[in-house]
């Protein structure tokens, strides 16, 4: 079982930046692919992006990749979203989630744990 807490959301001016943490329990975050998704009002959950177990390996959604980057720490258990340049469609809640069972994957019901989500708006 792996319980994922979010935090760093807020309200940012558009073309400013927020990082997001997301800190997992549990002794075994090195064995999980990780990923951020996020979802709007009114709108279906998205995926953002993923890194890998070990790091090696991210992937990123078209619409936030050169903003964004993932990346993680496997002794603090944390995983990171570090968003630059953010735009009002950037606004959303957003979710970190675990893979088990996969290297790396941007599919979200490929993921068996997920976090209670974080706001970010972003204001024009």
């Known amino acids: 079982q792996v319980q994922l807490v979010e935090s760093g959301g807020g309200l940012v001016q558009a073309g400013g930046s927020l990082r997001l943490s997301c800190a997992a329990s549990?002794?075994?975050?090195?064995?999980?692919?990780m990923g951020w998704f996020r979802q709007a009002p009114g709108k279906e959950r998205e995926f953002v992006a993923t890194?890998?177990?070990?790091?090696?390996?991210?992937r990123y959604a078209d619409s936030v990749k050169g903003r964004f980057t993932i990346s993680r720490d496997n002794v603090k258990n944390t995983v990171y979203l570090q968003m630059n340049s953010l735009k009002p469609e950037d606004t959303a809640v957003y979710y970190c989630?675990?893979?088990?069972?996969?290297?790396?994957?941007?599919?979200?019901?490929?993921?068996?744990?997920w976090g209670q989500g974080t706001q970010v708006t972003v204001s024009s």
């Open positions: 890194i890998s177990r070990s790091a090696l390996d991210t």
């Open positions: 549990g002794r075994t975050f090195s064995t999980y692919a």
């Open positions: 989630a675990a893979a088990g069972s996969y290297y790396l994957t941007t599919v979200g019901h490929q993921y068996d744990y």
